[in-house]
């Protein structure tokens, strides 16, 4: 009888380690082999080992923060300062779709690159970690001009709960300090309005949501366009809904701007695995197959990192971005992407970073979060 009870108690050890070790596979995504394997001795270890008292670790030297101004717009240099700068004449099978069809668009009025700052599902950092918010807000002042950066923009999820009054005061907190200096631009997500009830109420009070000027908005404010002069592009948002009423309106936009290339935020467009989500075959159909001005698609909403790229009979080709680390709670914290647009070359440089974990690429893999779309707009 006892030995049936210790062999019992012996498998539920075993049971409750094995869990142990797959939920610790599962979330140090960003970890290399060799370090999830340290975890995984360590776990075992502490779980053989009987609970005795140990002294406190003594705290790791704190390494000396990387200067942030600079690092990545050295990464950028090299994209842009050659006007003649094309694709590699040898092009990776698997890089194949990075490469997008020119498309003769009017030359904007300044030939300097310009930089779109990008913010993903800031939902947590309303919701729990405010500093985190904050400190890409400060970041964002000290690094604006360097980059030259003419707006931040935000593809949705900017709160957790749109019910709580807090959230949208976090969020306000640090987006007010990003507008000293920049324009916000955002899309609702889900968070933001409700999945299945899409009220814009919440959305519509707070004022980094509907202030520009220069925006015109459809209907409850769900979908809007932002023409920008001076760097003679179309921006376009598409919040959170279950319909795609607004695609008319959207379309007639796109077509009495028809010379500016266009930039679309959408909250879903894809899956983690680069497939199209739900939304995003609407928006395909609805937008990308009758517009040929649209050219880029920002997204979020799902985990991870992802992009997608199609040409169309017309001779157009769309790229997507997704990414949104915020679930990450240990390694993907704070992290912004920094898209660099040389209207030389029509190429699009893109890097990531946390100013909070002062951290490039999220990934081990740095070629999934610091890349160049050719000819991308």
């Known amino acids: 009888m006892n030995q049936n009870r210790i062999l ?139 980059y030259r950066a003419v707006a931040v923009v935000c593809t949705g999820d900017i709160v957790d709960n749109r019910n709580y009054q807090r959230h949208w005061d976090n969020a306000d907190a640090a987006i007010s300090r990003i507008r000293e200096a920049l324009p916000f631009y955002c899309v609702a997500g889900n968070h933001d309005v409700g999945a299945n009830t899409v009220d814009y109420a919440a959305y519509r009070q707070a004022d980094f949501c509907t202030a520009p000027e220069a925006m015109l908005f459809y209907d409850d404010c769900s979908t809007w366009v932002l023409p920008m002069p001076e760097q003679q592009i179309l921006l376009c948002g598409i919040g959170w809904q279950n319909g795609t009423e607004y695609a008319d309106w959207l379309n007639a936009m796109l077509a009495e701007y028809a010379d500016y290339p266009a930039v679309l935020l959408v909250h879903s467009f894809l899956n983690d695995d680069g497939t199209l989500s739900t939304n995003g075959k609407r928006v395909e159909q609805a937008i990308l197959s009758v517009s040929p001005s649209v050219r880029l698609v920002l997204c979020g909403h799902n985990d991870g990192s992802a992009r997608w790229s199609k040409s169309y009979p017309d001779g157009h080709t769309v790229n997507a971005m997704m990414y949104n680390f915020q679930d990450d709670k240990k390694y993907g914290l704070g992290y912004a992407r920094i898209l660099m647009f040389n209207p030389g070359t029509r190429n699009i440089a893109v890097t990531t970073y946390s100013p909070f974990l002062n951290d490039y690429n999220y990934y081990k893999n740095a070629d999934r979060d610091t890349f160049t779309l050719y000819d991308a707009w």
């Not at 075993?14 to 776990?43: G, H, N, W, Y």
């Not at 890089?95 to 947590?124: C, G, R």
Request: net charge negative; proline share 16%.
């Open 8 to 146: 019992g108690t012996l498998w539920l050890l075993l049971l409750s380690l094995i869990c142990v070790v797959m939920f610790i596979m599962k979330r140090e995504r960003t970890k290399s082999p060799q370090e999830v394997i340290a975890d995984t001795v360590a776990v075992a270890t502490t779980a053989a080992a009987p609970a005795i008292p140990t002294p406190e670790p003594t705290p790791s030297p704190v390494p000396t923060p990387a200067p942030t101004q600079y690092e990545i717009v050295d990464v950028f240099i090299p994209l842009y300062a050659d006007p003649t700068a094309t694709p590699p004449a040898t092009v990776p099978p698997d890089m194949l779709y990075l490469l997008a069809t020119p498309t003769p668009f009017t030359p904007p009025k300044s030939a300097e690159p310009f930089s779109l700052i990008w913010f993903s599902d800031t939902q947590y950092y309303a919701y729990k970690r405010p500093e985190i918010f904050q400190s890409m807000a400060d970041w964002v002042l000290n690094v604006h001009a360097d």
